[in-house]
C-alpha cells in the first residue's frame, strides 16, 4: 500500500514538515496492517522500526514477573510510537496490542537515523518531536504514578 | 454574598431525589423553600441537622432557580452521612459564596475544560451555562478522566454535547475493564489530540490535586499563559466568609476570592497543589 504526502500532512505528528522532508519518510516507510490482538511488539523486543498510528486503536502497557499485562494506556491516531528504536539500545520499554484493526506508519530507525546524519535540520526537528512524545509520555506516567500514591 | 440577612442561617431546600452517578458519588436534587441563585463556580454550604456541613459547587444550571442539584462524593463523616439520606428529608444551604467563572471574558474564545473525578460536578453547571450562551463562544472543549468506567458520572452529558454544535466532549479512564473500548490514560493524555487556537482559547481546570498539577504544566507546555488558565480550588472551605481561616492560601482566602483563581494569581504560593 502506497502513502503520498498529501495523506502525512493529514496525520497530526507531520505537522510542520516541508514536502521534502515528507518525501523522506515516504523512502523510508511502509504502512502495516493489523487485527485485533495483534501484537505490535513485546517489552524487551529488539525495535527496528519507530511507528505512527495512521487509524485504529493501539493498548500500551508493561508485563510483570509473572507475564500478566498491565494496561497503561492507549494510543492516539497520529502519534508516535517506538521511540525505542532510535535509541540505543533500541529495545522496547513496553509492549504494544491492536485492540481493533489498525493501521500504522513504520519508518525504518536504521535508514530514519542515516537521514539525520545526512540532514541535521530534519534530524533536529524529528527528534524534537520524539523528545516531545517522551516527554508526555513521561509526564503522564509521573501522573499516573501520583495518583496511585494518593488513594 | 447571600440574599437571606443572617448569613450564617441556612435555608431550608426538601431533598426532592438522589441520583446514584457513581458508586461513590450521588447528586441530590434540592427544592429551597426561599428564593435561591447562584453563579456558576460558586460554591454553597450544604448542612444536614445534626451532622455538620460541607462545602459543594452546585452541579446544575444556574439558570433554573427553582431547583438545585449538588453532587457529593462520599469522603468523610457528613458526605457518608449524606449519602444515606432519602427523598423528603430537609438540607440545609448557605451562600452562594465565591466569586465563579467569569464567563464574560470568554466571549469570543475557544474554552478548553480539563476535569478530573468528581471534578466534573462544578464544571457540568458550568457546561450548561456555555451551552446557553453558545453563540458567544467559538468552541468549548471538554477532557475528563475518571479512574474507571464505573467512575465517570454524568455518563450521558458526554453524548449530549458531542451531538451539541461547537461543543465536543472526550473521556478517558486510568484502569478500563472488559467492556470499556475508549481512550485508556490519564486525563492530560487527550490533550495531544485536541484542535485549539491557544492564542484565542482559555483553559478551565477542575479536578483532584494531583491532576490539577499535572493539567496546568502541560496546559503550560501546549502554549497557554498563566493568566489564560483558571483553576477550581475547592480547598478546606469551612466558614464561606473569610473569617475561619482553613481555606487560607497565602493573601487569599479561597471560600472569599475564589475558589476559582487565574494560575497567574497563585501560581506562587507553595500551597497552591497541596
Known sequence: MKITIEDLKNVSFFDDYTDD????????????EFKVKDVLFEQYDELKEIYVLLSGCLSLGISIANEKRIRLGTLEVGHLFSWSAVFSPYISTAWVIAS?????LAIDAKKLNDEFDKNCAFGFKTMSKIAQTISHRLSDTRFQLMNQLTI | MPDNKNIYKPIRARLNDVIEESPSIKTFVLIPEDKFSFKTG?????????????????????????KLEVTVMKTGYVTEYMHMLKPGVFMGIRG??????????????????????????????????????????????????????SDCIYKPLFD?????EKFEAYRTVDK??????GAVGVATMLLNNIK????????????????????????LEMGYRDDQIYLSMEKNMSCGLGKCGHCMMGEYFVCRDGPVFTYKEIKHNPEIWK
Open chain 2, 160 to 164: 449530549r454535547l458531542n451531538n451539541t
Open chain 1, 21 to 32: 522532508q515528507l518525501k523522506i519518510f515516504i523512502e523510508i516507510s511502509s504502512i502495516k
Open chain 2, 196 to 219: 485549539i487556537n491557544i492564542k484565542n482559547s482559555v483553559a478551565v481546570v477542575c479536578g483532584p490535586p494531583v491532576m490539577m498539577k499535572f493539567g496546568t504544566i502541560r496546559l
Open chain 2, 176 to 181: 478500563a475493564d472488559e467492556e470499556w473500548n
Open chain 1, 100 to 104: 481493533c484493526p489498525t493501521k500504522v
Open chain 2, 96 to 149: 452562594p459564596y465565591g466569586s465563579g467563572y467569569p464567563v464574560e471574558t470568554f466571549f469570543g474564545k475557544e474554552v478548553l475544560i480539563l476535569g478530573g473525578g468528581c471534578g466534573l460536578a462544578p464544571i457540568r453547571s458550568l457546561l450548561y451555562t456555555l451551552e446557553s450562551i453558545k453563540e458567544k463562544l467559538e468552541k468549548v472543549i471538554l477532557c475528563y478522566g475518571s479512574k474507571t468506567p
Open chain 2, 42 to 66: 460558586q460554591f454553597i454550604e450544604l448542612s444536614v441537622d445534626g451532622i455538620g456541613e460541607a462545602p459543594f459547587t452546585p452541579s446544575s444550571s444556574p439558570l433554573i432557580t427553582e
